[in-house]
C-alpha cells in the first residue's frame, strides 16, 4: 500500500501563489507518472499537470504557463507550483501516483486532497 498526503492549500488572493506539496509513503518500489488533479464545486475531476518518472511534463491549456509541476525522486515527492492565480483555480487539488510493485503489477493512488481558495 501507499499513501499519498497532499500539503500546501490554502486561501490566496488573485494573482498570487501557492505551491502543493504531495508526499508519497508506504510500500513504495516504484512510482510511475504523478500528476495533480482538481475538482470544484458541481465540476468534474479535471487534470492539471502530469510528470512522468524521467520529468516529462503535460498541463491542462488552462494552467499553461502558470503551473509548474515537479517531483523528486529521492524523497519520493512530488509539487505543484501556481502562480498567478485565478478565483477559476479555487478547488480541491489532488494527487495522483501510478505505483509498479517489484513483480511490474500497477496500481493508482489517490491523496484525500488539499483545498485551494483564489479571492477575486
Known amino acids: 500500500q501507499v499513501q499519498l498526503v497532499e500539503s500546501g492549500g490554502g486561501l490566496v488572493q488573485a494573482g498570487g501563489s501557492l505551491t502543493l506539496s504531495c508526499a508519497a509513503s508506504?510500500?513504495?518500489?516504484?512510482?510511475?507518472?504523478m500528476g495533480w488533479y482538481r475538482q470544484a464545486p458541481g465540476k468534474q475531476r479535471e487534470l492539471v499537470a502530469t510528470?512522468?518518472?524521467?520529468?516529462?511534463?503535460n498541463y491542462a491549456d488552462s494552467v499553461k504557463g502558470r503551473f509548474t509541476i515537479s517531483r523528486d525522486n529521492t524523497k519520493n515527492m512530488g509539487y505543484l507550483q501556481m502562480n498567478s492565480l485565478k478565483p477559476e483555480d479555487t478547488a480541491v487539488y489532488y494527487c495522483?501516483?501510478?505505483?509498479?510493485?517489484?513483480?511490474?503489477?500497477?496500481?493508482?493512488?489517490w491523496g484525500q486532497g488539499t483545498q485551494v481558495t483564489v479571492s477575486s
Open positions: 508506504g510500500s513504495i518500489f516504484r512510482i510511475n507518472d
Open positions: 495522483n501516483a501510478d505505483h509498479s510493485d517489484r513483480y511490474e503489477a500497477k496500481r493508482t493512488y
Open positions: 510528470i512522468t518518472r524521467g520529468a516529462r511534463t
